[in-house]
């Protein structure tokens, strides 16, 4: 399908959306009609092992709509990964996945860099990761942001790794209409970057590395004198995770291992940096509002998650498979929190995870389905 196709499809689903979210709560509009429970799903390693479906998962999401495909049990998608707006990240999943996926059930790592725009709006920020790591941020409403590929692109050697790649970040530069001529690279080059954010897994570490080195230690300016450090945001601090190779790969929180230890030996002050993510309480807090969102109509006060009378679900299940991040973080965040862990990705043992121990453990997630209908006798 032609992007100028997808966009328009999309522009029609993401309109719709308001109107697909009012007939959610539409269905759930009766007291009576509405669940008491909702189900955060992991991805990687639950749903998915890169973009193929694991361990039943299409079968188990359609147990969670009607006949006519109408929404029946809320539920959304939790995930550490990221490097797509929630637009496009929903329109891949539906299609992935065989069901309606709205982009107000799609939860990523980044999604709570929103919360940042206001302090950076119009200040140049540099935008890391697979995928389309800038448009993310100028969805959220930053309006300076650059992908470390096209910041990069507008010094000459600053990677001197670059002739021997297949791919260059010269391209980028050539084709990218952002720099039309050599003034407006020059004007990238003296303007001073007042953050960075890790949005997704970094593709090229060894220029990421030595470019995010070079902003941390020059205040913003590479290539200059030292200064203060900019701030730095990671979308999470995964060390491994689950995609299709049989064993973990390496994460974010790799990446960060590495970019931290590189810059503490070659700067005189520590990396000073934020993370995100799973298993911060924050997601799991920001999850149950977004959950509710799905049901209750939207004039419903929504505000304070911790007011019981505010809070409609009894009980809340995050279906995981890394016991350090999706467990762990179900179980700080503790009521109405229940935490699954599934074999299907980064946990593969008998019983249940010594350090993290979940409250279920299952083979997949579509047992795991299975076992919350019948628990809350819902056929
Ligand atoms: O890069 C994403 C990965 O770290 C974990 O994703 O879906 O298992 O939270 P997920
Ligand atoms: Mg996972």
């Given at each position: 399908m032609s992007f100028r196709i997808f966009t328009k499809v999309w522009q029609r689903r993401t309109r719709n959306n308001s109107t697909v979210l009012a007939s959610f709560s539409r269905t759930f509009s009766q007291l009576s009609s509405r669940p008491s429970f909702g189900v955060a799903f992991d991805i990687d390693g639950v749903i998915l092992l890169g973009n193929a479906p694991v361990g039943g998962s299409l079968r188990a999401l359609r147990r969670?709509?009607?006949?006519?495909?109408?929404?029946k049990i809320p539920y959304i998608f939790l995930t550490n990964g990221g490097g797509f707006p929630e637009y496009k990240r929903a329109f891949e999943l539906s299609q992935l996945l065989g069901v309606d996926v709205l982009p107000s059930q799609v939860v990523q790592?980044?999604?709570?860099?929103?919360?940042l725009v206001n302090r950076f709006e119009n200040e140049l920020i540099v935008a890391v990761g697979k995928g389309e790591p800038a448009a993310v941020l100028t969805e959220y409403g930053f309006k300076n942001v650059l992908s470390i590929d096209e910041y990069a692109s507008?010094?000459?050697?600053?990677?001197?790794l670059a002739p021997y790649?297949?791919?260059?970040?010269k391209l980028v530069a050539d084709q990218n209409t952002k720099f039309k001529d050599g003034d407006s690279r020059n004007d990238v080059c003296s303007q001073r970057v007042h953050a960075a954010f890790i949005v997704s897994d970094p593709v090229d570490w060894s220029r990421d590395i030595q470019v995010l080195c070079d902003i941390l230690r020059t205040g913003g300016l590479p290539g200059r004198n030292i200064g203060p450090q900019p701030h730095l945001y990671f979308a999470n601090d995964d060390l491994e995770y689950q995609t299709a190779f049989p064993s973990e790969r390496l994460g974010m929180g790799a990446f960060r291992i590495a970019l931290e230890s590189i810059f503490n030996r070659i700067h005189s002050s520590t990396l000073e940096y934020t993370s995100f993510g799973k298993p911060h309480p924050s997601v799991f807090k920001n999850a149950e509002i977004v959950l509710q969102q799905l049901i209750?109509?939207?004039?419903?006060?929504?505000?304070?998650?911790?007011d019981m009378n505010t809070r409609c679900f009894k009980t809340l299940y995050m279906i995981g498979d890394n016991p350090s991040v999706d467990i762990r973080g179900a179980r700080q965040a503790g009521h109405p929190w229940f935490s699954i862990l599934t074999r299907t990705g980064v946990f593969k043992g008998k019983?249940?995870?010594?350090?993290f121990s979940a409250d279920l453990v299952v083979d997949t997630v579509e047992e795991a389905v299975d076992y919350i209908l019948r628990k809350e006798c819902t056929s």
């Open positions: 969670l709509y009607d006949d006519a495909g109408r929404l790592g980044h999604s709570p860099f929103k919360q507008c010094f000459e050697n600053i990677d001197p790649k297949k791919w260059t970040t209750l109509p939207p004039c419903h006060d929504l505000r304070d998650v911790n019983e249940n995870d010594n350090n």
